[in-house]
């Protein structure tokens, strides 16, 4: 996800609301807190603010680069550890040998799109948290937020400045779902245009592997949890067929 680095703050940097959530939890649970795909750190910093202690995992340099950029400005290095691992085989060797909680966040566990590999990140989780730890994993409902944008069309998503150069960025999106597999195939295309007209354009493709709620809930059982909570929003509302999300809460079994 390097090339995504560049435009991912004023991409996600917006969505705030999720991270309340998961303040609320770790003051429910205590820390130190494993945060899985942290990217740049969109909600990691926060939880660092709120005074846990958080190791970050990334695959991406970029992405982490970014994120030591912000916790070094922020005076929070004695708070977040960052590592760069593959989520399908990490091992963090530090003072903090066992986390709670632990969550993969908006959507992220959605890149894994093997079932061996999910398999994988989430055994490679359990592995990390203490006995009875808890896991969150935030996933949208398809119903309601995928399958109904899959065309394949080029779809205008937001029009805003680029941080690194002040120039207009607009992003677009193409999305097709292959429902047999439960796959969307996804390009997202930014245009960075200068003041003269000259565009220019990155585009990144990529998969995501879509969830249903009792997979989900058969997938964490089999890596050695129980599922707790299943949540429809942000503010704990129980999941529905109107749902926007997914979110699985989901507890070490000991």
Not at 129 to 153: A, V
Request: hydrophobic share 45%.
């Amino acid at each position: 996800m390097d090339a995504f680095a560049r435009y991912y703050d004023v991409d996600t940097g917006l969505e705030t609301e999720d991270v309340p959530f998961y303040v609320a939890f770790a003051r429910r649970t205590g820390g130190p807190i494993l945060e899985v795909a942290c990217g740049t750190g969109r909600v990691l910093l926060p939880l660092a603010q709120a005074g846990f202690d958080v190791v970050g995992v990334d695959v991406s340099p970029a992405m982490l680069a970014i994120a030591r950029e912000k916790v070094e400005s922020a005076g929070l290095q004695g708070k977040v550890r960052l590592v760069q691992a593959d989520a399908r085989d990490f091992s963090i060797d530090s003072m903090h040998e066992r986390f709670n909680p632990a969550f993969i966040a908006l959507n992220s566990f959605m890149h894994f799109v093997d079932h061996e590999d999910q398999v994988r990140v989430l055994r490679g989780i359990a592995r990390h948290l203490k006995p009875g730890g808890f896991l969150i994993l935030d996933l949208p409902n398809p119903e309601q937020t995928i399958l109904g944008e899959s065309s394949g069309h080029l779809i205008h998503e937001w029009t805003r400045q680029a941080p690194d150069t002040g120039h207009q960025l607009l992003k677009f999106r193409s999305q097709r779902a292959d429902t047999a597999s439960q796959l969307l195939d996804l390009t997202f295309i930014y245009d960075d245009v200068a003041p003269d007209g000259q565009v220019r354009r990155t585009a990144i493709p990529f998969a995501l592997r879509y969830f249903h709620r009792r997979e989900v809930e058969l997938l964490v059982e089999r890596c050695g949890f129980a599922v707790e909570a299943v949540y429809g929003s942000y503010e704990l509302e129980a999941y529905q067929d109107g749902s926007l999300k997914l979110i699985v809460v989901a507890r070490q079994a000991t």
